[in-house]
């Protein structure tokens, strides 16, 4: 089992930038692939990013490529998402996850474990 913990959300203008950082303990970090998700009110959970276990492989959703970076530390437990050029429709809690499965994946439900959100909003 692995426990999750997201920080580094805030208040930004849009154009701005913030980096999200999950800091994992529990089972070795290196055997789940990590995932970014948010959720906006009154809407479904989404996905944002994914990256595969030693970093070397990283997925986006359309609505953030280019301006979202996933990335990860094993040696400090944590994975990061940068944001830049943030838009005020990015505005949600977002939710790092891991999953003990091969690959990454973009599917929430291919995610067992879950932080408790940390909240990012951007105004116009």
């Known amino acids: 089992q692995v426990q999750l913990v997201e920080s580094g959300g805030g208040l930004v203008q849009a154009g701005g930038s913030l980096r999200l950082s999950c800091a994992a303990s529990g089972r070795t970090f290196t055997s789940y692939v990590m995932g970014w998700f948010r959720q906006a009110p009154g809407k479904e959970r989404e996905s944002v990013a994914a990256?595969?276990?030693?970093?070397?492989?990283?997925y986006y959703a359309d609505s953030v490529k280019g301006r979202f970076t996933i990335s990860r530390d094993n040696a400090k437990n944590t994975v990061y998402l940068q944001m830049n050029a943030l838009k005020p429709e990015d505005t949600a809690v977002y939710y790092c996850?891991?999953?003990?499965?091969?690959?990454?994946?973009?599917?929430?439900?291919?995610?067992?474990?879950w932080g408790q959100g940390t909240q990012v909003t951007v105004s116009s």
């Open positions: 990256i595969n276990r030693s970093g070397s492989s990283t």
């Open positions: 996850a891991a999953s003990s499965r091969v690959g990454p994946s973009l599917r929430d439900n291919d995610y067992y474990y």
